[in-house]
């Protein structure tokens, strides 16, 4: 057998069973998909201002032109408001509240653990190793049947760094539950996306979002990709309109215009270099992780000084100084070359001054 069937055996992750015999909301615009004359089905204001109709529930014209971007089949995409609407979904789906819970590894994003807290999902944190690299051996030691989902974000937030390959390997091979992979970074990134291993593991999510690279933080959309299964049940359990015709309509037109993303991205990747390089030889700071992001985490003497004095010259930066194994780190988006350049002046003289 070839390595397609590596996971077939291993029971799938179940959602509550309350999702299980949902019956979701048939809207008008799903019970008729096709092209009339009239609609007179949905209670719609007939006066045409472009924007009187509902959506298409499942944006699918969107979905076909990701479909082609991503290699994806449009049957494994899902859309929502943002990927935090698909991180509040999949604890819906998957976690019966007061009784399952989920992995994270800190530091990573706060938005699993707020959504875990608000559907009242134990979370278990199992930190990263020093150099931001996951626990795999420690990961699998504190799986059990009440462990529905594994959150994997890399690159990581705030970290910056990608997780090793082989370590998110054996986690799809191994942990029972949901491996999500958040890949919200994943354009500043060198590798290809976990979304080609779909076939292969049932159980694998994948996030992504028009909030960084895109440069569409503003419409809210982020897509999911995993197994049809997956997919119909967020499908299930969304608002019925979840992305609004603006957003679809924003994000068609950025997926027409697909090489001025990359144009961005690239000058951001080289203007990623060029601010490690140079906030390397400041006095003050201490270490420049690596990042596959858009985005460095610095630790620096005094976090909170250099936070406060860069926020009085107009710039606003993260502290991350109280996250596990961030102490004394800031968090830099990068940002254009005439920001960045700002942030390097405001940090030199500031520097010099202080000496
Ligand atoms: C920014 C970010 C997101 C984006 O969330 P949206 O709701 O799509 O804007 C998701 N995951 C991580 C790790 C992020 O840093």
Known sequence: MGEESKKEDTSLVLPRPSIAALRPYSSARDEFTGQAEVYLDANENPFDNGKNRYPDPLA????????????????????????????DLLFRIFCEPGRDQVITLPPTYGMYRVSADINQVEVVE????????????AILAQASHRTKILWLCTPNNPSGNDFAATDVRRLLDEFPGLVVIDEAYIDFATRDSYAKLLAQYPNLVVLQTFSKAWGLAG?????????????????AVKPPYNVNQLTQRAALEAL?????????VS???????RMSKALQDLPFVQEVYPSAANFLLVQVEQ???????????????????????CAGCLRFTVGTVAENDRL????????????
């Open 219 to 235: 419409i809210r959309l982020g897509m999911a990709f995993a197994a049809e299964r997956i997919i119909g049940l967020l499908n």
């Open 60 to 87: 699918r014209a969107v979905k076909e032109r990701l479909s082609d971007l991503k290699g994806v089949p449009v049957a494994n995409i899902m859309l929502g408001n943002g990927s935090d609407e698909v991180i």
């Open 256 to 264: 027409d215009h697909h090489q001025q993303q990359q144009r961005q």
């Open 126 to 137: 199992v930190p990263l190793l020093p150099g931001f690299q996951p626990n795999v051996d």
């Open 344 to 355: 390097l002046a405001a940090l030199t003289t500031a520097n010099s001054s202080v000496a």
């Open 267 to 273: 000058e951001i990747r080289q203007e990623r270099l």
């Open 303 to 325: 976090p909170r000084y250099w936070y406060n004095y860069l926020m009085e010259q107009g710039i606003i930066v993260r502290d991350r100084s109280t996250q596990y194994l």
